[in-house]
C-alpha cells in the first residue's frame, strides 16, 4: 500500500513536471549521442575495425594499433614537431597578453583603452582559412608584401611560406598577432577587480610605476595565469588541428606533421582509412594530455598554491 | 587622480609636460599597433581589388594605383562562391538556432528546476566539454555515416549542436531570474509553457543575443568538421571553400583574397556593431564557447 502510494507519488510528480523533463529530455539526449556515445565507438582502437562488421563485431587485437604507432616511422617526428611547436607557442602566446593587459591598463583615457582593445581582439574572430590564405599572400616571393618590402631593399624575396625552417615562427608569431588581444581580455578583467585604494596606498609611499605593476598588478593577475597556464599545458598536444593542416605543403611536411593532422590524415584522409589506428593514436593523445594536465596542476599547487583544484 | 599628480609632481609645469609627452608617446604607439594590426586586413582588401593582368606588377604598390571588381566577378563566374555564401548563412544559421534552443532549455531547467541527481548531471555536461574533439571525430564520422546524414547539413550542423559551455552559459544567466516573479505566474495559473515563453525567455534576451552571436561566428570560422562531413563543393560552407581556393591557386592569390574579404566583412561587421555583447559573453564564460 505504501510502495502503492508513493509509485502514485512519483507518477504525479513526473505529470506535475513532465514540462522539466521535456525542457531537459532533448540537450541530454544530444550530449548523450553526440559526445558521450563516440567515446562507446572509441573502442575501435582495441580493435581491428573494419566497416563490414561493424564496432561490435570487428576482431579485438589488444593494443597492436598503439604498437604499430610506436614503431611506426613517423612516430618520433610527429611527437617532436609537436612538443617544438606548442612549446614555442606557449612560451611566446602566454607572457604577451599578459603584458598587454598590464600596460592598457596604466592607460586611463577612456576612448584610447577601448580602441587599443577593439584592434587588438578584432583578429580572433577572422576565420582560421582566411588568416592562412592571407599568409600565404603576404609572404609570397612575388605578389606578397614581404617581396615588396624585399625589392624595396634590393634583396631577394625569401620564399617563407616554403621554408622549413621559418614554419613555426611564422605559425606561432601569427599565431600571437591573432590571439594575443583576446587573451588579453581575461586579465584585463582581472585587474579592474583590483582595489584602487591599493595603488592610491603605494603612490602615497612614493612607488613607481614599475613597482606598483611588479607588486600589485603582477600579484593580483598570477592565479588566474597560473590556471590558464595548467590549462595550455594540458592542451600541449593538442596544437591547433586547422592552421597546421592548411599551413602544411609537401615543402615543410617534415616540420609541419603533428599529431593531430597525423591523425586527421591516417583515419580520414588516405586511400586505405584506417580508422583504428588513428582512434588508438587520438586516444593516447587525450589519455597523455591527461596524465599531463594533472601532474602540472599538482606542481603549479605545490609550488604557487594556484591550481585548477 | 588630480591630487595623486599633484604628489607625484609638485611643479604644475612639469605636470603638464610630462602628460603631453606621455600623450605623444601613447598615441605614436596606438599608430604602431593599429598599423601592425589593421595593415594586414588592408592588404587582403587590395590584393582581392588588383586588376587581373597586373597583379604581379601592381604587387610591389602600398596604395594600389588601379582598381577593379574583376577578381570578384571571376569569383561567382569560375567558382561556386555564391552557393557556398548561401550554404554558409543557411548552416550557420541552423546550427545557432538549434544551439540556442538546446542551451536555453537546457540552462533553464537545470538553474530553475530543483530534482535529484542536479548537480550530478550538471557535471556530466561539463566534464563532456573536457572531451577533446579529436578523439571523438572518428566515431561521430562513422555514426554520421550510419544515420545516413553524410553530405548533408544536418550532419553538418546536429552533431555540434548541443554545447555544454553554452548549456553552462545560459543556467548561470537563468541564476539571476527572480524565483519570485515565476512563483506569482504559477499561482496565477500560468501554465510553465506560458511561463517559460512569456517571463523567462524575455529576462534572458540578452544572453540569448550574446550566445547567438557567438554560436554564429563559431559555426562560420569552422572548417574541420563540415571539410569532414561534405565532400561535394556544391554544399560546402564559406570555411570549406576557401580552403579549395587556397589548394587550387597556388600561385595566384587574388580568388582566395576576394574570397577571403567577403567571408571576413560580415564577422568583422557584426563584431563591430555587437562588441559589447560578445564582450559579456566572454567575460562570463571565460574562453568563449566551443
Known sequence: MLTGAKRGKLWLRIRRNWQLYALLFLPLVWLVVFRYAPMYGAQIAFRDYSPAFGIEGSPWVGLANFERFFNSYYFKPVIVNTLIISFYSLLAGFPIPIILALSVNQVKMRLFRNSVQMITYAPHFISTVVIVGMLFQFLHPRVGFIASLANLFGMTPPNLMGDPGAFAHIFVWSGVWQEMGFGAIIYLAVLSTIDPALHEAAVVDGASRLQRIRYIDIPGLLPTAMVLLVLSTGRVLEVAFEKVYLMQSPLNLGVAEVINTYVYRVGLLSPILDFSYSTAIGLLKGVVGLLLLITVNYAARRLTDNGLW | ?290
Open chain 2, 1 to 290: 587622480m588630480t591630487a595623486r599628480t599633484q604628489y607625484i609632481n609638485p611643479g604644475k609645469l612639469g605636470a603638464r609636460r610630462q602628460s603631453r609627452l606621455t600623450k605623444w608617446l601613447m598615441f605614436a604607439l596606438f599608430v604602431c599597433l593599429a598599423i601592425v594590426f589593421i595593415f594586414p586586413l588592408y592588404w587582403m582588401v587590395i590584393s582581392s581589388l588588383r586588376p587581373e593582368g597586373r597583379i604581379f606588377v601592381d604587387a610591389m604598390e602600398i596604395i594600389p594605383s588601379a582598381l577593379s571588381l574583376d577578381t570578384y566577378r571571376r569569383l561567382f563566374e569560375e567558382e561556386p562562391y555564391g552557393v557556398w555564401f548561401v550554404n554558409s548563412i543557411t548552416q550557420t544559421g541552423g546550427y545557432a538556432l538549434m544551439g540556442v534552443f538546446l542551451c536555453t532549455t537546457g540552462g533553464y531547467a537545470l538553474a530553475k528546476f530543483r530534482f535529484r541527481y542536479r548537480n550530478l548531471l550538471f557535471v556530466l555536461i561539463l566534464v563532456s566539454q573536457m572531451i577533446p574533439f579529436h578523439l571523438l571525430i572518428v566515431s561521430l564520422f562513422l555514426m554520421i555515416i550510419q544515420m545516413g546524414m553524410a553530405e548533408t547539413y544536418q550532419g553538418a550542423i546536429v552533431p555540434l549542436a548541443a554545447s555544454p559551455i553554452g548549456i553552462f552559459f545560459m543556467r548561470q544567466y537563468m541564476l539571476a531570474i527572480d524565483d519570485e516573479m515565476l512563483n506569482a505566474a504559477r499561482v496565477d495559473g500560468a501554465s510553465e509553457y506560458q511561463i517559460f515563453w512569456h517571463i523567462v525567455l524575455p529576462n534572458a534576451r540578452p544572453a540569448i543575443a550574446t550566445l547567438l552571436i557567438l554560436f554564429c561566428i563559431d559555426y562560420w570560422n569552422n572548417l574541420l568538421w563540415p571539410l569532414i562531413v561534405f565532400r561535394n563543393p556544391d554544399n560546402f560552407p564559406l570555411a570549406v571553400g576557401i580552403k579549395r581556393l587556397i589548394d587550387q591557386y597556388r600561385q595566384q592569390y587574388d580568388l582566395t583574397m576576394a574570397g577571403s574579404t567577403l567571408a571576413t566583412v560580415p564577422v568583422i561587421i557584426l563584431f563591430f556593431f555587437l562588441r559589447r555583447q560578445i564582450m559579456q559573453g566572454l567575460a562570463t564564460t571565460g574562453t568563449g564557447i566551443k
